[in-house]
């Protein structure tokens, strides 16, 4: 389970997920300051918490790596959804910027991308183990 990499992107995605609902990802400087955490509202809570869930849950599957192919990528189709409800919490408060812990909204789609490459990838070389044998 460890010695896989897909392991380690799947523990990052779902780190990554847990820290945007604690840090704040967008302020507002005027006319009253504020930040916005992923806990802010109860459709990006609920969605961010299912998906960090999801994704930890998912590196338990090692033993059935077409399972585990289709949760990541609905876990990844449910991150898009996360965008959209981040989209218009930033289309809510204008005249605002992203904080450096923003860019962990970015990194979850991308290593649910690279696990799903390395899984994929395990698979054929399992296929192609057994047409040797």
């Known amino acids: 389970m460890i010695q896989r990499i897909q392991t380690i992107?799947?523990?990052?995605?779902?780190?990554?997920?847990?820290?945007?609902?604690?840090f704040p990802f967008y302020y507002?400087?005027?006319?009253?300051?504020?930040?916005?955490?992923?806990?802010?509202?109860?459709?990006t809570l609920i969605s961010l918490a299912f998906s960090a869930c999801l994704s930890f849950i998912t590196i338990f599957l090692y033993g059935n790596r077409m399972l585990q192919l289709k949760v990541v990528i609905v876990n990844f189709l449910l991150s898009a959804?996360?965008?959209?409800?981040?989209?218009?919490?930033v289309i809510a408060n204008p005249g605002g910027g992203f904080t450096l812990p923003?860019?962990?909204?970015?990194?979850?789609?991308?290593?649910?991308?690279?696990?799903?490459?390395?899984?994929?990838?395990?698979?054929?070389?399992?296929?192609?183990?057994?047409?040797?044998r």
């Open 9 to 22: 992107w799947l523990l990052l995605a779902s780190v990554a997920a847990f820290s945007v609902l604690r």
């Open 28 to 43: 507002t400087p005027a006319p009253v300051p504020f930040e916005i955490t992923g806990s802010a509202q109860y459709s």
């Open 102 to 132: 923003s860019a962990a909204l970015f990194l979850i789609p991308v290593l649910q991308i690279l696990a799903m490459v390395k899984i994929y990838k395990d698979e054929r070389l399992v296929k192609s183990a057994d047409r040797l």
């Open 81 to 89: 959804l996360i965008g959209f409800f981040i989209y218009k919490v």
